[in-house]
């Protein structure tokens, strides 16, 4: 069964930094790509970042280029977005997911599975 289940997020002042985590379980973790994707009220859901399977590859959506960075660890089963100088627009609910290859990508038709999501709010 696999599941996901994010960590990490809180509420932090802009300028700030954050970082969350995604624990994977019940597949083979080390072979697939991995994302990022945020929610905000009212919004649609808008890709973050994502990874390849073994992180030599990395995609971030352009609201976030610069001030976030994806990273995995294979040995943990983990992966992790580190969130600096963080603005109150920043401020959703941030889910992983799991890609159905190894290639990462912004589609999030691409992923099959999601974690259920951790809150982070940025106030100013």
């Known amino acids: 069964q696999v599941q996901l289940v994010e960590s990490g997020g809180g509420l932090v002042r802009a300028g700030g930094s954050l970082r969350v985590s995604c624990a994977a379980s019940g597949f083979a973790f080390s072979r697939y790509a991995m994302g990022w994707f945020r929610q905000a009220p009212g919004k649609d859901r808008e890709f973050v970042a994502a990874i390849s399977w073994g992180a030599a590859i990395t995609l971030y959506g352009d609201s976030v280029k610069g001030r976030f960075t994806i990273s995995r660890d294979n040995a943990k089963n983990t992966v992790y977005l580190r969130m600096d100088s963080l603005k109150p627009e920043d401020t959703a609910v941030y889910y992983c997911?799991?890609?159905?290859?190894?290639?990462?990508?912004?589609?999030?038709?691409?992923?099959?599975?999601w974690g259920q999501g951790t809150q982070v709010t940025v106030s100013s």
């Open positions: 997911a799991k890609a159905r290859t190894t290639a990462p990508t912004g589609d999030e038709r691409r992923y099959d599975y």
